[in-house]
């Protein structure tokens, strides 16, 4: 019976220490980070002034990170400073309607890897049309030029 008890005792300890072994190696795994990018938007547009633009959608979607994603749209006149908009939080966004240049562009963040930002568009406004003004009537006659 001894010799058996020694046994058990031995076979236990050496479940115990390849129980130890796995639980370290688990501890000691390096940490693999996922590769985050914020994902693209387009496309830049050209409007005339006072119209509407059309929705700026995502092209290519987040990666990485978490794997979860909030959303804060942004614009700006300069492409350098730039504001949030209030209430743009949504994958893709519809910008009002505008009489300017304007920039925007669309922040990522992922929990703790942060936030980053995507690509900028511009959405360029035609100037304001101006038809001018015509001079007073005039008759022309055959092979003459109009008064200017």
Known sequence: MPLLNWFCKLLNLNVRLK???LVTSLLYLPSVIAQFNP?????????CNGS???TLIELTSPSGGTGYYTFQWQSSSDNRKWKNISR?????YTPPVIRT???YR???TSGSYGTLSSNSVLVAVYPRFDPGVIGNSQTIFTMRN???
């Not at 994902?39 to 409007?47: D, L, M, V």
């Not at 743009?88 to 893709?92: I, M, P």
Request: proline share 7%.
């Open 52 to 54: 509407r633009p059309e």
């Open 19 to 21: 129980l130890l072994l």
């Open 39 to 47: 994902g693209t938007i387009g496309y830049n547009q050209t409007i």
């Open 88 to 92: 743009a939080t949504d994958l893709n």
């Open 101 to 103: 240049n304007t920039w």
């Open 106 to 108: 669309r922040n990522v």
């Open 146 to 148: 109009p008064q200017i």
